[in-house]
């Protein structure tokens, strides 16, 4: 069965510099979620989009912003890069918008920022 | 709010033994979901167990199963017959659920399990 895909699996940037994740999630999901989850630390929700739109937001920093397009596939954009930013970076999507509580994982994208 | 609380930092388990792993929640919410996910070190969050604040019996996987006490607001999760690639860390979550849809998990701290031959 297909499984949500994440790109890229890792990442290294530098403070200040932008990143950009990618997520595509199941097909027929058009709910797609973000967490982040530090080192040590429990996954924390950031943003979920249903349909292209946004429909909760969490503890995002001002400096990131987020997406979904056409096809549902989601993008995390990243931007004034800083080291607590280092992270895994889950993307999980979930079959509609009611009811419907499942949320299926992505592999994750490691962030490093040095 | 919800709140989840996994008061074991790391647990101990020798190879085929049974184990269970601590999960309380703190919920306004009639409806809810719990679930437990397996984080082994590579990284990725694997599904293992769901149960409904509604189901009458308690789910089970195979392996896993999930003691579900609502009354105690408590969901442990039991691991029968312990394997050595069980050793993970292991993260209790739950969700409200609404006719509004589009919720987040909320999840506790996770417990460390090892497993040893």
């Known amino acids: 069965a297909a499984g949500v895909i994440q790109s890229p699996r890792h990442l290294i940037k530098e403070k200040r510099e932008t990143a950009t994740l990618k997520c595509y999630p199941i097909p027929r999901h058009d709910t797609v979620y973000w967490y982040q989850q530090g080192p040590g630390q429990d996954p924390q929700f950031l943003i979920s989009f249903y349909e292209k739109m946004q429909s909760d937001k969490g503890s995002i920093p001002d400096r990131f912003s987020a997406q979904q397009f056409s096809d549902y596939h989601s993008e995390l954009n990243m931007s004034s890069l800083e080291l607590g930013d280092s992270a895994l970076y889950f993307c999980a999507s979930s079959p509609n918008d009611r009811g419907s509580y499942e949320q299926y994982f992505g592999p994750g994208t490691r962030l490093t920022v040095t | 709010a919800q709140k989840i609380t996994q008061t074991q930092p790391g647990m101990f388990v020798q190879e085929k033994e049974a184990v269970t792993l601590d999960c309380t929640y703190d919920?306004?919410?009639?409806?809810?979901?719990l679930f437990w996910y397996k984080q082994p070190s590579s990284g990725e969050m694997i599904f293992l167990i769901y149960?409904?604040?509604?189901?009458?019996q308690n789910a089970t996987e195979g392996r896993y199963s999930l003691n579900f006490q609502k009354a105690r607001k408590s969901a442990n999760l039991v691991i029968s017959a312990s394997q050595l690639g069980d050793s993970a860390m292991y993260f209790c979550a739950m969700i409200p659920r609404r006719n509004t849809g589009f919720q987040k998990l909320v999840f506790g701290t996770g417990t460390r399990l090892l497993v040893s031959p």
């Open positions: 149960q409904g604040s509604y189901d009458q």
């Open positions: 919920t306004s919410d009639p409806s809810y979901g």
